[in-house]
């Protein structure tokens, strides 16, 4: 099963593609966001390539993301699907992913978006700390981190990542709202697209995608059933 999950920065998304992998037998979350930050802090040269977009809340060029997904999802725990969490974020990054899976005779189970207000997803993120070590998530307002800013959970220092800072944030939501958006009409058109609201709790939202999720496959099938059955024009 092949799904994706699109939404404001800060709406839930890798929270809630990490529950419904573990959901869905351990198929693999490919967050891009999570590939970039570990080639910046290898030094890779993709990393170097990604890091001035990122700190400046510009999106990566498509050429780089397409190749990096398709690589991806290549490898041999993907095989069973995956859920894409951050890509697409361009009509064009889209295309292309549609493209590729159709030379493999596979295409796009269906995508989940995450519905938020753009404020409420701004005070999140504005407020949102980082572990540098296991990646922990804390939140100013809810689930504050130690004082001393050393993870709870493993030790390691937590901090503010530079595209959290509220100047960046602001921009990365107009980035969303010209080139990300569309991708609503484009997987809405293919019948695909299940929308959720993203501002319940975790558990809520979560239990929503799964029940949601289900429903939408079972029409995608008996869709295709039916056009496949003989007499079909
Ligand atoms: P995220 O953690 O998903 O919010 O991603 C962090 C940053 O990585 C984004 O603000 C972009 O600079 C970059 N990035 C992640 N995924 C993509 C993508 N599909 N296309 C372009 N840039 C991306």
Excluded: W
């Amino acid at each position: 099963m092949e799904l994706i999950f699109i939404g404001y920065p800060g709406s839930g998304k890798g929270t809630q593609a990490a529950l419904l992998s573990q959901h869905l037998n351990n198929i693999p979350r490919i967050s891009t966001g999570d590939i970039l930050r570990a080639a910046v802090a290898a030094k890779k040269e993709l990393g170097l390539k990604a890091k001035k977009y990122m700190d400046a809340g510009e999106l990566v060029p498509d050429e780089v993301m397409i190749d990096l997904v398709i690589q991806r999802v290549s490898e041999p725990d993907s095989v069973k699907g995956y859920i894409l969490d951050g890509f697409p974020r361009t009509i064009h990054q889209a295309q292309e992913l549609d493209r590729v899976l159709l030379n493999y005779d596979r295409k796009i189970s269906a995508v989940i978006s995450l519905e938020i207000e753009k404020r409420k997803v701004v005070e999140r993120l504005t407020s949102r700390r980082v572990c540098g070590r296991c990646g922990h998530l804390y939140n100013l307002l809810a689930d504050l981190p130690p004082e001393n800013n050393i993870c709870s959970a493993c030790g390691g220092e937590v901090y503010q990542r530079s595209d959290d800072k509220p100047e960046t944030v602001l921009h990365r939501m107009d980035v969303y709202e010209e080139a990300t958006r569309p991708l609503k009409a484009y997987y809405g058109s293919q019948g695909k697209l299940v929308q959720i609201d993203g501002s319940l709790s975790i558990e809520k939202v979560h239990a929503e995608v799964v029940h949601r999720l289900v429903k939408k496959l079972i029409e995608l099938e008996t869709a295709a059933k039916l056009l496949s059955a003989p007499g079909h024009a």
